[in-house]
């Protein structure tokens, strides 16, 4: 069963908002198409309420699910300790921080988050903002401007060119991973005051590493800065689950500005900045997301700080995702599916079109397996995929049913490759 998030708004057929509506926009015309089809065709499967935890296990109206989407990579989620922490600050501080960070919203869970950030990446200092997407425009908006240049990977994550929107600072794209791509973009520079290199140190939709050790040495050669968005490499890559800085063991301030999400590894919400004590001293006074937004809620800032020693200690838990990944993508391999990436826990199976994703999507969905449909403009046209996250908590046993579930399906022809 599917649960229709829309209370039969779809059902009658297609539906267009009204002529000369609020909502009479190309985006939503567009949408309420794609919506009203997928939700006719029993196609759409998001914003699907789960009851209970994200694990490898989840419930979801009424049935249990294996789930192959989850961003809990080291399998934290529901963690005693991390759960008594998120329990304790609570109780002492309250559901909500009351504030504003720079009036009465910082606390002591917040201080303590952000001091243990920074020494867990290896920065001098750290700001907490309420999310890794307010992390990204805040520092890009408060940094750049008009006369600057942001180069930026092909496969950049949304929240930083929305950061370079907000900043009105040129943007120019490089093709994704390649350090003569992007070296051809920094001789290129034109007029530009600064340059800013954006990169992520594990592709959010293509599973990729970033090749951080050229790309450092191309910022220095260049003269420009670099931002590296630790979203998910964070606790997924590095000896310490330090990010792709740890990975290749680049010290911390060789990186100008790391941003990153406190809700995939670390099983909390928010996101940061870290870097020299300069930048977040002026990031605190000067990105608007930090000012003029609510602080971190104090669970979300305590159990985000318990997730981190379980990220510094947890290599046998990264080992786990990893060796997961690897299994997954040889099952995969074998039933001639084209699969993204390298060999990291986020495993892109491409679909090709968009309905083809769908589809995909909902075939693994009959056969109990709950996975993402990723499609435009999150990735490239005809580059729709399923994005599978493998996670320390999943055992050899799931992987192995979820193959079992994509082998059924490939057997039966219902997905052909792209
Ligand atoms: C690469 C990347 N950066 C930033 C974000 C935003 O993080 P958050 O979900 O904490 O807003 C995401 C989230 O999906 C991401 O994948």
């Not at 109780?91 to 867990?120: F, I, N, P, Q, W």
Request: charged share 20%; glycine share 10%; hydrophobic share 45%.
């Amino acid at each position: 069963m599917i649960s229709d998030p829309f209370r039969g708004f779809f059902d009658d057929g297609p539906r267009s908002p009204r002529t000369e509506g609020l909502v009479d926009v190309p985006a939503a015309r567009a949408w309420f198409e794609v919506v009203g089809w997928g939700i006719r065709s029993e196609l759409y499967l998001y914003q699907q309420p789960l009851e209970g935890r994200c694990g490898p296990r989840a419930t979801l109206n009424d049935r249990a699910m294996l789930v192959l989407s989850s961003y809990d990579y080291l399998g934290l989620i529901g963690l005693p300790e991390i759960e008594a922490a998120a329990i304790d600050a609570v109780r002492s501080h309250g559901t909500g921080s009351g504030g504003v960070r720079l009036l009465t919203g910082t606390t002591s869970l917040h201080r303590d988050l952000e001091r243990d950030l920074a020494s867990h990446l290896g920065t001098e200092a750290a700001i907490a903002f309420s999310s890794g997407y307010a992390a990204n425009i805040g520092a890009i908006a408060a940094l750049f401007g008009p006369r600057d240049l942001v180069v930026a990977d092909s496969r950049i994550h949304r929240s930083v060119l929305d950061g370079c929107a907000m900043a009105r600072v040129p943007v120019r794209t490089f093709h994704h991973n390649d350090p003569a791509a992007l070296r051809a973009a920094l001789a290129d520079r034109g007029r530009a005051r600064r340059v800013l290199v954006a990169v992520e140190g594990l592709y959010s939709m293509d599973g990729d590493e970033c090749r951080l050790p050229e790309i450092v040495a191309l910022k220095e050669e260049f003269g420009a800065y670099l931002l590296v968005d630790e979203a998910h490499s964070l606790g997924t890559m590095g000896p310490h689950g330090g990010g792709a800085a740890d990975r290749f063991g680049v010290p911390g301030s060789a990186i100008d500005i790391r941003t990153g999400s406190l809700s995939k590894a670390i099983p909390a919400m928010g996101g940061f900045v870290a870097g020299s004590e300069e930048l977040i001293y002026y990031l605190q006074h000067g990105a608007s997301a930090f000012m003029f937004s609510g602080a971190l809620c104090p669970a979300a800032a305590a159990a985000a700080r318990a997730a981190l020693p379980h990220l510094a200690c947890g290599s046998d838990r990264r080992a786990r995702a990893w060796a997961n990944a690897a299994r997954l993508r040889e099952g995969l391999a074998g039933l001639d599916l084209e699969i993204g990436g390298a060999c990291s826990p986020l495993v892109p199976v491409i679909a090709g079109e968009d309905e083809t994703a769908y589809r995909f999507a909902r075939n693994l969905w009959d056969r109990g397996v709950w996975a993402s449909a990723i499609v435009h403009p999150a990735v490239p046209r005809g580059r729709a995929r399923l994005r599978l996250f493998a996670t320390a908590a999943h055992t050899e046993n799931d992987i192995d049913e979820a193959l079992t579930a994509f082998a059924d399906i490939r057997e039966k022809g219902l997905i052909s490759a792209p």
